[in-house]
């Protein structure tokens, strides 16, 4: 698989910020319109046997910011987080590899995932 990254709920500012780094680091950008919210990640990366919905999001939640890596190494990685503190975005708070796990999931159970995974990482679900 291609190094490629999905960005979704990016402004266009951070979107322009997010493309010429991405160009710099000759990784793929494919933004992702909030109607496909519902699309299985997989099916939006190319994952082969992973099919689309025909089902198009229409709801107000999920407007974090999320950053998909698709096909990335440790060391693709490290250079990208390295060039997001760098940048004009300095942080993007969710961030996660394409997996065979979740690559069947939607945008919007993978952002409930990591909001809640990093809400315990950051200690703030408490109960």
């Known amino acids: ?3 490629m990254i999905l960005a979704y709920n990016f402004s266009p500012e951070r979107l322009a910020a997010l493309k010429l780094l991405c160009m710099m680091l000759r ?16 099916s939006l990366a190319g994952v082969p046997g992973v099919a689309p919905v025909q089902e198009e999001y229409t709801g107000a939640e999920a407007t974090q910011e999320l950053l998909l890596m698709c096909g990335f190494q440790r060391s693709d990685l490290d250079r990208l987080l390295a060039g997001i503190r760098k940048s004009k975005l300095q942080s993007v708070k969710l961030k996660a590899m394409l997996t065979p796990t979740n690559a069947q999931w939607n945008a919007i159970d993978l952002l409930k995932e990591l909001e809640q995974e990093h809400e315990y990482m950051t200690g703030k679900n408490v109960q």
Do not use: A, D, H
């Open 27 to 42: 990784v793929q950008l494919k933004p992702v319109e909030r109607t496909q919210l519902l699309q299985p990640v997989g």
């Open 1 to 3: 698989m291609n190094k």
